[in-house]
């Protein structure tokens, strides 16, 4: 079973550029998350999909972050125009949120995407 | 709100040696834990989980034990190796709700 794709795997731009993450999720899985991972720190949820809508978008800066997953698979992040304070690692999650509730929480995560914004 | 407490890093050891993380949380109702493990270069794995009160969690020689009367879910092994030098990180999951939270993560450091 292939796992949680992302890319680019790192990304480097000047402050008020604009930038955006793709993530493929598991096949099969209907729910994906975004995270934001600043060094040092736990990841921190910032949207979650179940298929092509939203559930919790409420520490999504939605000034300047944005989210789409228009057919309920792959999944895109945009930042613009992005700050100093955006350096992280983006981190997309899968989950199969089907079956037993033990299993719906289990989410799988892809390697990330390395941001630094000079 | 909910929260996952860890202890602070790095943590270093000799290979063979005991390792003892602390995690608390603070949650409502009966959560899901977990431990997740992310090595460098990479994302976030699963290690191990329990999901109700007294279960023990085990995985590749790692425990935990999901502990309601003092809110912890310590994660054990009994002789680590170079190759678990890694950064673990607890979390909580309520059931229904599907969102996690996770402490701040701890570095573990194995040397040979």
């Known amino acids: 079973e292939a796992g949680v794709a992302q890319s680019p795997r790192y990304k480097i731009i000047e402050k008020r550029q604009s930038v955006a993450f793709w993530c493929n999720p598991i096949?099969?899985?209907?729910?994906l998350y975004w995270y934001q991972q600043i060094l040092g720190q736990g990841p921190k949820l910032l949207i979650q999909?179940?298929?092509?809508?939203?559930?919790?978008d409420s520490q999504l800066p939605k000034d300047r972050f944005s989210a789409e997953r228009l057919k309920g698979v792959d999944s895109t992040l945009k930042i613009q125009p992005a700050k100093l304070e955006d350096s992280a690692v983006y981190l997309c999650?899968?989950?199969?949120?089907?079956?037993?509730?033990?299993?719906?929480?289990?989410?799988?995560f892809g390697a990330g995407t390395r941001l630094s914004v000079l | 709100g909910d929260s996952v407490t860890q202890m602070e890093g790095p943590v270093t050891l000799s290979e063979e040696a005991f390792l003892t993380i602390n995690c608390t949380y603070t949650?409502?109702?009966?959560?899901?834990l977990f431990w997740y493990v992310q090595y460098p270069g990479e994302g976030l794995q699963l290690l191990l989980k329990?999901?109700?009160?007294?279960d023990k969690g085990s995985n590749k020689g790692f425990e935990a034990t999901y502990r309601k009367e003092t809110t912890s879910f310590h994660l054990e092994k009994g002789s680590v190796q170079v190759s678990d030098s890694a950064v673990y990180f607890c979390?909580?999951?309520?059931?229904?709700?599907?969102?996690?939270?996770f402490g701040a993560g701890t570095r573990l450091f194995v040397k040979a």
């Open positions: 999650a899968s989950s199969r949120p089907t079956g037993t509730s033990r299993a719906k929480n289990i989410q799988y």
């Open positions: 096949s099969g899985h209907a729910t």
């Open positions: 999909f179940q298929n092509n809508g939203v559930v919790d």
């Open positions: 949650a409502t109702g009966y959560p899901s």
């Open positions: 329990a999901t109700k009160a007294d």
């Open positions: 979390a909580l999951s309520k059931t229904g709700g599907f969102k996690t939270i």
